[in-house]
C-alpha cells in the first residue's frame, strides 16, 4: 500500500494497522524535515482512510472527489488547513488564531459520505501562540469522528501539551541510494541524480525542487567565487558577480546561500580528513585542492557567515546587502 511513496516502511505499517484497529488515536503527527514526503502519505493515507473499502484505489465516488493525481482534493469530509500568503508581500504568514476559529466551527457539521472526517493540518509548527492554544482546545475535545494529521518540521516549536495530546511519527531522510534511484527514473542523468540525491541529504522533494531551479547552474556561482578567493578588490569583484545585481530575488539568493554552505562544509570535512563523503562528489578532487588553503578556524567563520546571511535573508533584509557582508566575511575570513 502507498507504494508510490518512497521509503518510510515503518510509518506506512503503522498507518496500515490504524486502518484495521477497533480503538484509533483521533491525532497523529507526521514529524520530520521538509520534502521528505510526510504530505504525500498523509493525503494518501486520508484518500484511503475516507474510502469505503479502505483501498484507496477502487474508483469509487470518495477517491474520485479525493484524487491525488490531479490535484482534486474536493471531498467533502477532507479538510486542508495550511499557511495562507499575506496580500502585500506574497509570503507565507504564520497559522492564525481566525484560520482555527474557522476550522473550529467546522466542527459542528457531520461527515457527509464518510463516517469520519479527516483534517490534514500543514506547517503545524507555524501556528501563532493564540492559534495553538485555540486548536488545543480541539484536540483535547475532537469532534466525533474526525481524524486530525498534522505536519510539522520543528518539535521545538508545538506546544508540550499538543505533543502530549497525538501519537508522534517521525519521518527520517530517505536512503541516498533510494533517492538517486528515483531522480534517474524521473529522467535525470545519472551524474546528476548523485549529486543531487546527497545534497539533498535523502529528501526527494528538496532534490527535485533543486533540479527545477536550475542548481547546477547556482552552484558554477558559488564555486567561482570560492575559487576566487581571496579577493585582491572585493567591491570590483562583487560589482560583477549575477548575485549583485538588481533583480536577483530572495529564493535564489536563499539557494545560493544553501550551496555555499554545503561546499564549505565539504571543505571543513576534507581538511579535517574525517572520511565522510563530500555533499558535492563530482567536485571533490577540486575541493581538496582548495581546502589546502583553508584553516579549520576560517571555514568555521565562513559557515558562521553563511547562516548569518540566510537567517538576514529570511527576516527581509535586503538582498544585496546581505549577499555582499556574507561574500566580505568570508573573504576576510579566508585572508586571516
Avoid at 497559522?95 to 461527515?111: E, H, M, N, S, V
Avoid at 503545524?124 to 501562540?129: F, I, S
Avoid at 546527497?198 to 570560492?226: D, H, P, T, Y
Wanted: hydrophobic share 45%; charged share 25%.
Amino acid at each position: 500500500m502507498w507504494n508510490n511513496i518512497l521509503g518510510h516502511e515503518q510509518q506506512k505499517e503503522f498507518l496500515q494497522r490504524y486502518l484495521q484497529a477497533k480503538e484509533r488515536p483521533h491525532a497523529l503527527l507526521f514529524l520530520g524535515a521538509e520534502g521528505l514526503g510526510k504530505k504525500q502519505l498523509a493525503l494518501a493515507f486520508a484518500k484511503t482512510l475516507l474510502c469505503p473499502q479502505h483501498s484507496g484505489e477502487d474508483g469509487c465516488e470518495s477517491c474520485r472527489l479525493l484524487n491525488l493525481e490531479d490535484g482534486n482534493l474536493s471531498h467533502p469530509d477532507f479538510l486542508l488547513l495550511k499557511r495562507e500568503a499575506d496580500e502585500k508581500t506574497g509570503r507565507l504568514k504564520d497559522i492564525g488564531i481566525d484560520q482555527i476559529r474557522d476550522l473550529t466551527g467546522k466542527a459542528a457539521f457531520a461527515p457527509v459520505m464518510s463516517d469520519r472526517k479527516v483534517l490534514v493540518l500543514e506547517d503545524a509548527d507555524r501556528m501563532t501562540v493564540p492559534a495553538a492554544n485555540s486548536f488545543l482546545k480541539l484536540l483535547e475535545e475532537p469532534p466525533a469522528g474526525w481524524v486530525i494529521i498534522m505536519l510539522a518540521t520543528r518539535e521545538d516549536k508545538l506546544l508540550s501539551t499538543i505533543l502530549s495530546r497525538v501519537v508522534c511519527l517521525r519521518f527520517a531522510p530517505v536512503p541516498v541510494a533510494l533517492v538517486e534511484q528515483e531522480l534517474v527514473r524521473r529522467g535525470l542523468a545519472a551524474e546528476q541524480a548523485a549529486v543531487l540525491a546527497r545534497i539533498s541529504e535523502g529528501s526527494v522533494g528538496l532534490a527535485v525542487s533543486l533540479a527545477e531551479r536550475q542548481v547546477f547552474e547556482m552552484r558554477k556561482q558559488a564555486v567561482a567565487f570560492l575559487e576566487a578567493l581571496p579577493l585582491q578588490t572585493p567591491m570590483n569583484y562583487l560589482a560583477g558577480r549575477v548575485w549583485q545585481q538588481k533583480g536577483f530575488e530572495r529564493q535564489p539568493a536563499l539557494l545560493l546561500c544553501q550551496l555555499l554552505q554545503l561546499l564549505l562544509r565539504d571543505l571543513l570535512m576534507l581538511k579535517l580528513r574525517t572520511g565522510n563523503p563530500c555533499y558535492n562528489q563530482d567536485l571533490a578532487t577540486n575541493l581538496a585542492e582548495q581546502s589546502r588553503n583553508w584553516s579549520v578556524k576560517s571555514l568555521h567563520e565562513a559557515l558562521a557567515a553563511v547562516q548569518d546571511a540566510f537567517w538576514n535573508l529570511e527576516n527581509n533584509v535586503g538582498v544585496r546587502m546581505a549577499l555582499e557582508a556574507m561574500a566580505l566575511k568570508i573573504d576576510n575570513a579566508y585572508k586571516e
